[in-house]
């Protein structure tokens, strides 16, 4: 039995959860509302204040979508009562960030600053110069929009400059001056 299949899902008070006909999910809560179709072989259930995912059978595709369904059902509660959140932090000479209305003007060393818009139901807020907030209720989302922000100017290997995640480690590579000493 999958470990995280089988544990409970506590729906938290205020939020409504309204479960369709063949898996059709529908969560309300604080924050918003978020809407997800489920594999019609998976069994939701609601006691109490308590969501409950069990599988039919053994199967293997069955096994692989107990733990998914549980997860993907735990992240919508989350994400209507509390949100998500990712912060990106801009590191290098020059490099800066701007929020004009809904979008954000990045100065990352192009020739050109960069505008990007963030998709509907994501929030973007910047603080200070050089760290960005990723906001949202769908954790997918909230995700895909960070990456596409770090995408824009990845960590350099040698210096270091780029956008990275907050908190996120980097191996520098050492460079032409690591070289000096195995010549000879």
């Known amino acids: 039995m999958s470990r995280i299949g089988r ?32 594999s019609p072989a998976m069994i939701i259930t609601r006691e109490d204040d308590t969501l409950w995912v069990k599988r039919p059978s053994d199967s293997k595709t069955h096994r692989s979508l107990h733990g998914l369904t549980r997860s993907l059902l735990s992240n919508m509660v989350q994400g209507v009562s509390q ?20 979008s954000l003007v990045l100065q990352v060393g192009f020739s050109r600053p960069v505008e990007f818009k963030p998709p509907e139901g994501v929030g973007l807020e910047v603080e200070g110069t ?15 929009v960070a990456a596409q922000l770090r995408r824009l100017r990845p960590p350099d290997a040698y210096k270091g400059k780029g956008i990275r995640y907050a908190g996120e480690k980097l191996r520098l590579k050492p460079g032409k001056a690591g070289r000096v000493g195995l010549r000879k």
């Open 83 to 102: 949100g998500y959140e990712k912060n990106l932090e801009l590191s290098g000479v020059g490099y800066r960030v701007a929020k004009e209305g809904e």
């Open 7 to 38: 544990q409970p899902i506590a729906v938290p008070q205020g939020v409504t959860v309204e479960i369709g006909e063949s898996n059709r999910v529908s969560v309300q809560g604080a924050k918003g509302e978020l809407r997800f179709a489920f």
């Open 130 to 144: 050089n760290r960005i907030k990723v906001l949202g209720i769908d954790k997918q989302l909230v995700g895909e």
